[in-house]
């Protein structure tokens, strides 16, 4: 079993920044692909970015220009930077892995902009 644990979410202002962690309780270095999800209140979860243990990384055309995705193989964690935040951000985040052929979700954590 895998455990992905998130944090880093909580209150910031329209123009601010947060950074997301996601640490796994496995090694990293052999997980094809990572990602983060969010879900904002009456939407369906969507995929914001991802990265692969290549170090390939694709991000959602929304978030383009101010989310970045990273990955610590040595600290077993995937990062989200997140820049120049927008209300419509406003969502729960949460990290996701493919792990062989299992699927795994952290609980999320969340992301609140609003002056």
């Known amino acids: 079993q895998v455990q992905l644990v998130e944090s880093g979410g909580g209150l910031v202002q329209p123009g601010g920044s947060l950074r997301l962690s996601c640490t796994a309780s496995?090694?990293?270095?052999?997980?094809?692909?990572m990602d983060w999800y969010r879900q904002a209140p009456g939407k369906e979860r969507e995929l914001v970015a991802l990265i692969t243990s290549t170090g390939s990384t694709n991000v959602a055309d929304s978030v383009k220009g101010r989310f970045t995705i990273s990955r610590d193989n040595a600290k077993n964690t995937m990062y989200l930077q997140m820049n120049s935040l927008k209300p419509e951000d406003t969502a729960v985040y949460y990290c996701?892995?493919?792990?062989?052929?299992?699927?795994?979700w952290g609980q999320g954590t969340q992301v609140t902009v609003s002056a």
């Open positions: 996701h892995a493919f792990v062989g052929s299992s699927v795994y």
């Open positions: 496995i090694n990293i270095f052999s997980i094809n692909i």
